[in-house]
């Protein structure tokens, strides 16, 4: 991921556009009345002992019981799938045959 930052708070809200996103934070109760004044709903924040990064956060929110509803377990899935570290690659080389003339 790009970033180093760690979060007190993974979870997910409902956008007032109606979509699901993932929503990270360090003090859940400013950040729960961020996004109530914002028109979020089903909002669903949970809160760590010790600071995660965003892929281990939502890692861990992903078996906790409050997000194992289908809609939750849909954006986290999404989440990690675009966000999961990826192997980099390695340039090979690729032998060649040479024509023989006759």
């Known amino acids: 991921m790009a970033t180093d930052k760690m979060y007190k708070l993974a979870g997910i809200t409902k956008q007032p556009n109606g979509e699901y996103k993932v929503r990270f934070g360090n003090d859940n109760v400013s950040r729960f009345k961020v996004l109530m004044r914002e ?3 089903d909002i669903r924040l949970a809160e760590f002992e010790q600071p995660k ?3 281990d ?3 861990a929110i992903q078996s906790m019981d409050e997000f194992q509803d289908a809609i ?3 954006v986290i899935a999404d989440y990690l799938d675009e966000k999961a ?3 980099t690659k ?3 080389t690729v032998a060649t045959k040479q024509a023989e003339t006759v």
């Open 90 to 92: 390695v340039a090979t």
């Open 72 to 74: 939750a377990q849909s």
């Open 53 to 55: 990064s965003k892929y």
């Open 57 to 59: 956060g939502i890692r």
């Open 85 to 87: 570290p990826r192997a």
């Open 39 to 41: 028109g979020h709903t």
